[in-house]
């Protein structure tokens, strides 16, 4: 089944304790990005990566890394997790070519206290 | 940054009754889509809009890319329950830019 794996789902962290959220998928896909979600605010992106390698920032990336060493993975890294960045987070991917459709993973809810 | 303004924030409706919802922007784009968020889970999409114009169904939904490419609209016909979630509409292909979201309520 093609799918886009976030893990944890759920996770509660204190201020300046670093954290990973993984994301993996199964569909070759060549592009991989990361969103927040906030109430009123929709979905925006914080890092998008081409392919292998190869990342760029997107319209929120303060406060996060990223890395893509493998195709299938792409983890968003939290080096010292604030307040302001408890949100839900997505994974998607996509093909650089064809239909173009963006799939999300089922997303990671992260509180920061 | 380019922004897409989405109306209504929110719906309250009784099942059966049609939905509108519409989204624009003050950029002209080339491509427009509408994604549905159910509870607990990631968006998937409904429908690509790639052309000026272009009106595509899928279902009971129809969604058209406007003619001066700076809007959109999507219309679902006779709601039922499952139709519940959060709408969005957004732009561009693997960068999505996304609207605020719709959020559709229904009452049996």
């Known amino acids: 089944e093609a799918q886009v794996t976030q893990n944890p789902r759920y996770l509660i962290t204190v201020t300046g304790k670093k954290l990973t959220v993984t994301c993996s998928q199964n569909m070759n896909h060549e592009y991989m990005s990361w969103y927040r979600q906030d109430p009123g605010l929709g979905l925006r992106q914080i890092y998008y990566s081409m392919n292998v390698e190869v990342t760029d920032k997107g319209d929120v990336p303060e406060g996060y890394k990223v890395s893509r060493k493998e195709k299938r993975n792409f983890p968003l890294i939290l080096e010292s997790p604030s307040p302001n960045q408890t949100s839900l987070y997505f994974c998607?991917?996509?093909?650089?070519?064809?239909?173009?459709?963006?799939?999300f993973g089922q997303g990671t809810r992260l509180t920061v206290v | 940054g380019q922004q897409l303004n989405q109306s209504p924030q929110s719906m309250f409706i009784q099942e059966g009754e049609d939905v509108s919802m519409n989204c624009t922007s003050s950029?002209?784009?080339?491509?427009w889509l509408w994604y549905k968020q159910e509870p607990g889970e990631g968006p998937v999409l409904l429908i690509a809009?790639?052309?000026?114009?272009e009106l595509t169904s899928n279902g009971r939904l129809t969604a058209q890319f406007g003619i001066t490419r700076k809007d959109s609209f999507l219309n679902i016909s006779a709601s039922i329950p499952s139709d519940v979630g959060i709408y969005f509409c957004a732009r561009g292909a693997q960068k999505l830019v996304f609207g605020q979201g719709t959020r559709l309520t229904i009452n049996p």
């Open positions: 998607a991917s996509s093909p650089l070519s064809g239909t173009l459709e963006a799939f």
């Open positions: 950029s002209i784009f080339n491509t």
């Open positions: 809009l790639y052309k000026a114009g």
